[in-house]
Nanobody
Framework: QLVESGGGSVQAGGSLRLSCAVS????????MGWFRQAPEKEREGVAT????????YYVDSVEGRFTISQDNAKNTLYLQMNSLKPEDTAMYYC??????????????????????WGQGTQVTVS
């Protein structure tokens, strides 16, 4: 089960930190990711990180502004979002996929590979 929190409304240039509480994963390692979907747009991957590792992948539009991280002791995934822009407005989801570490941090995955999804948290930037 994946449960997101931390969304909200913020002015352009501001920051938010999203959290995703992970439960029920057992000992399985996964590629963990943050995705977003704006109205009338396709869901896109924002950032990914493999369980227990530090290498990360970012979509170009957020590179240098967003940081994905994880606290394995707390089973929590984070997305620190700085210098937010109006085009970052979307519903943000965390998700998990059984892909290899290399594919995870190289961005060699598709949205369809992610089988486990949270309910989403809304981020609005004005």
């Amino acid at each position: 089960q994946l449960v997101e929190s931390g969304g909200g409304s913020v002015q352009a240039g501001g920051s938010l930190r999203l959290s995703c509480a992970v439960s029920g994963r057992g000992d399985s390692n996964h590629c963990m990711g943050w995705f977003r979907q704006a109205p009338e747009k396709e869901r896109e991957g924002v950032a990914t990180i493999y369980t227990g590792r530090t290498s990360t992948y970012y979509v170009d539009s957020v590179e240098g502004r967003f940081t994905i991280s994880q606290d394995n002791a707390k089973n929590t995934l984070y997305l620190q979002m700085n210098s937010l822009k109006p085009e970052d407005t979307a519903m943000y989801y965390c998700a998990a996929a059984p892909v290899s570490p290399y594919n995870c941090y190289s961005g060699s995955w598709s949205v369809g590979m992610f089988h486990y999804w949270g309910q989403g948290t809304q981020v609005t930037v004005s």
